[in-house]
């Protein structure tokens, strides 16, 4: 289902920048080679994945966090856990004068558990999501280049190798590519 999502947002995207470049003369336009659509594909799909687990993260925490909250009425309002996870706590008056302002609870070794777990998922989702994005425009990048080498005018990107690429205009804010990866136009396009 969050492929067919992605792909109709792809899909979207690509009309909405038609229509918007509708009125304009000419639009860069990369063809991709049967490479370079496998690769954008690839790339792609692992971007989706990496989306889908960090949401799914980030649920899974938010979810445990509500049903800790509904467990423990005698903790009202916004639930904070210790960075150990021994320990849940509210603040209840910040102005009370040595920490009669807050009010806590042990967490059983389930709970903290529970807890170390789905934070350490979260963390390692982020993560990983943040090593596709990179993959994703290092991947972007290099395809630019490739087809329109930047020379000494444009913006310069650094790439996560360290390889530094210059990125002629429209190009500088990414690309939009269709639904099949075979064609990709710049994100902001203007002549």
């Known amino acids: 289902m969050t492929k067919t ?3 109709a947002l792809a899909a979207f995207s690509f ?5 918007r470049c509708a ?5 860069s336009v990369i063809y991709l080679s049967p490479s370079e659509t496998a690769t954008a594909k690839q790339t ?5 994945i990496a989306y889908d687990r960090d ?9 445990f966090h509500r049903s800790y909250q509904a467990a423990h009425p005698d903790l009202p309002g916004l639930v904070m856990f210790a960075s150990d996870f021994k320990i849940a706590f509210v603040v209840k008056d910040v102005r009370a004068p040595f920490g009669r302002g807050a009010a806590a609870i042990e967490l059983s070794a389930e709970e903290r558990e529970k807890a170390e777990s ?4 979260m963390v390692e989702a982020k993560r990983a999501l943040d090593a596709v994005r990179k993959s994703w425009q290092d991947y ?24 530094s690429v210059m990125i002629a205009d429209p190009w500088v804010s990414g690309a939009v590519f269709t639904p099949d990866y075979r064609v990709a136009v710049p994100t902001t396009a203007h002549p």
């Open 140 to 163: 972007q990048y290099e395809l630019v280049s490739d087809h329109f080498p930047g020379g000494t005018s444009g913006v310069a990107f650094k790439r996560s190798d360290g390889k």
């Open 118 to 121: 789905l934070q350490r998922e």
């Open 5 to 7: 999502i992605a792909l």
């Open 44 to 48: 792609a799909e692992a971007l989706l």
């Open 23 to 27: 009125s304009q003369d000419i639009v």
């Open 55 to 63: 949401y799914q993260a980030k649920t899974a925490w938010q979810n």
């Open 15 to 19: 009309l909405a920048l038609a229509r």
